[in-house]
């Protein structure tokens, strides 16, 4: 993992999201581990608007989100709404 990406930040993620801290698979924690890396790096390119591999990255981690995001949306739809509510990723 990245340098600002700790390894306690990452086990509290999964505990909030997926259950437990242990439960690195579930989708929802999964969403959230890539919503947490996508505001570090989109907050890093306010700063360095040249960085290219960096916005490469960010783009390829939203379209990672927005994969899972419909998975979950079509297999749980309650759990979907949940968890952009407590996200805030949609308007």
Do not use: P, W
């Not at 790096?41 to 040249?50: A, I, M, P, Q």
């Not at 995001?69 to 968890?83: A, P």
């Amino acid at each position: 993992m990245a340098v600002y990406l700790s390894e306690e930040k990452k086990n509290e993620i999964f505990a909030e999201y997926g259950g437990s801290a242990t439960n690195t698979g579930s989708i929802e924690g999964q969403i959230a581990l890539f919503t947490y890396r996508i505001k570090s790096l989109s907050e890093h390119l306010k700063d360095n608007k040249h960085d290219n591999s960096c916005k490469r990255s960010m783009l390829t981690l939203v379209g990672k989100r927005k994969r899972l995001l419909k998975y979950l949306m079509n297999t749980n739809i309650q759990g979907y709404r949940e968890l952009i509510d407590k996200l805030g990723i949609r308007k």
